[in-house]
């Protein structure tokens, strides 16, 4: 008898804890945000992040908000001898928390660590070249954004698209991007969204765009978007993303119906912020 109620107390703290655990989380969250912003931080903001300064006022205390969050949950690991230093950490919250400014109340749950290379880095990658055959080879990698728990970036790349903000290319946005896109566990281009009615209007433009996409790419077409975002339906929402942050007024431009659903999807409007 007395085992069987010290399993039903068991269980039920278990229970309580499971319930209690995202009330604790968001208050802890809740707390993070409303600390004092540090001027430091704010002045190695304004000089990484080229579009800081054009948000609005809400939008900035949103910001930082969320990067006070974001450098508390998330781990930094700096790979082949690089330190990684305030201004990293702060740089890459600032530009991936961008993503976070639809207030959808996730940070990257699936991501515990960010491993960051002084520059380019190579992978092994195994291809299938033949019913039989398969071919390895060494790859050099910018970024990469994992399934599970991991995200890896170049700094070297980090920096240079802070320095070419507005030529569509964003190794940040990019990743984190697709960490939207895996919250799932898949990664389809889909990321989760606001309501069951959203998806059908989603499948429908984003796989016109796609479509598009692939096709000017064949023909050599010039496109906003980079001609990687043809690879697949995941690279596509990666590359539309990173073109909506830094190349508004052209997305909005040729391509409405794709701004229309990320404007939607982000909550933002970047074409204001210009």
């Not at 600390?35 to 910001?63: A, G, H, K, T």
């Not at 919250?93 to 207030?103: I, S």
């Not at 070297?156 to 964003?170: A, F, L, M, R, T």
Request: contains cysteine.
């Amino acid at each position: 008898m007395i085992q069987t109620i010290v399993v039903f107390i068991i269980i039920g703290l278990i229970i309580a804890g499971i319930v209690a655990n995202p009330i604790l989380v968001k208050r802890r969250r809740d707390r993070l945000k409303h600390r004092p912003f540090p001027p430091l931080w704010n002045s190695i903001i304004e000089n990484n992040l080229p579009i800081y300064l054009c948000l609005s006022p809400d939008e900035i205390r949103r910001l930082q908000g969320h990067i006070q969050v974001f450098l508390a949950e998330k781990q930094f690991i700096g790979c082949r001898g690089l330190q990684v230093t305030e201004e990293m950490k702060l740089t890459l919250a600032a530009v991936a928390c961008l993503l976070l400014l639809n207030e959808r109340g996730q940070y990257f749950p699936r991501l515990r660590s960010i491993l960051i290379y002084p520059k380019a880095y190579f992978v092994e990658e195994t291809t299938a070249i033949g019913k039989y055959v398969v071919e390895e080879r060494r790859v050099a990698r910018l970024g990469e954004s994992w399934t599970n728990d991991q995200l890896v970036l170049s700094w070297e790349q980090v920096k240079h698209d802070i320095d070419n903000w507005s030529d569509g290319s964003n190794v940040v946005l990019h990743e984190f991007a697709h960490q939207l896109d895996q919250e799932d566990g898949k990664a389809e281009g889909v990321p989760i969204l606001q309501s069951n009615s959203d998806y059908t209007i989603w499948a429908k433009v984003m796989t016109e765009e796609y479509q598009q996409l692939c096709n000017d790419v064949l023909q050599g077409a010039k496109t906003v978007m980079d001609s990687y975002g043809a690879t697949n339906p995941a690279e596509f929402f990666a590359v539309a993303t990173e073109t909506f942050f830094e190349k508004p007024h052209q997305l909005l431009s040729k391509h409405p119906a794709l701004y229309e659903q990320l404007q939607r999807y982000y909550q933002l409007d970047p074409v204001q912020w210009v």
